[in-house]
């Protein structure tokens, strides 16, 4: 885990590679600042500080059809942070202090 300081965490998602994926990149990049994405053979991690925001109607908008936040299970390997909250508008990935 990166620790800027004290108060700076990054929070993460380890996602599988294909085409929603790229969407869900495309809308974490278009609705949160200052994202870092990382590709590799294995996966793509992504990378933001503090808090990562990931709103269904932007990743339904990037994907060009429905898309359900529950879907994220189907492409997430790890992730870390804390679930802040997650309906079916948007999911909140954050540290406890932010």
């Not at 590679?17 to 974490?28: D, L, R, S």
């Not at 990562?52 to 109607?57: D, S």
């Amino acid at each position: 885990m990166a620790i800027i300081d004290e108060r700076n965490r990054y929070v993460a998602l380890d996602l599988n590679n294909g085409e929603v994926t790229e969407a869900i990149i495309e809308a974490i990049e278009l609705d949160n600042e200052n994202v870092v994405v990382t590709r590799l053979p294995e996966k793509i991690k992504v990378e933001v500080l503090n808090k990562l925001v990931i709103n269904r109607e932007t990743v339904e908008d990037c994907l060009d059809g429905n898309w359900q936040t529950k879907d994220l299970q189907i492409v997430v390997q790890s992730y870390y942070g804390f679930l802040g909250d997650w309906d079916e508008d948007h999911i909140i990935l954050q540290w406890d202090s932010v």
